[in-house]
């Protein structure tokens, strides 16, 4: 679990530009030591995670 969580913050202090290789590495990693990094929910509030990472941090409200 340490691991993950160490990686993960390294991930998001990158440049963006480096994300996706250092996210497929991780991948690599994960596959290579057999570490799930958790079931649908864990996957749901990464994949919004990165939403708001992308989209500045913020959720933007529909016009009226």
Known sequence: A???K???KRIVLLAECRR???LLALDECFIRENIS???S???LALTYFLHLIENGG???ERNA
Request: glycine residues 12%; charged residues 35%.
């Open 2 to 4: 340490d691991l993950v």
């Open 6 to 8: 160490s990686e993960a």
């Open 20 to 22: 996706e290789e250092a």
């Open 37 to 39: 990094p958790g079931g």
């Open 41 to 43: 929910a864990d996957l």
């Open 58 to 60: 913020i959720i933007r």
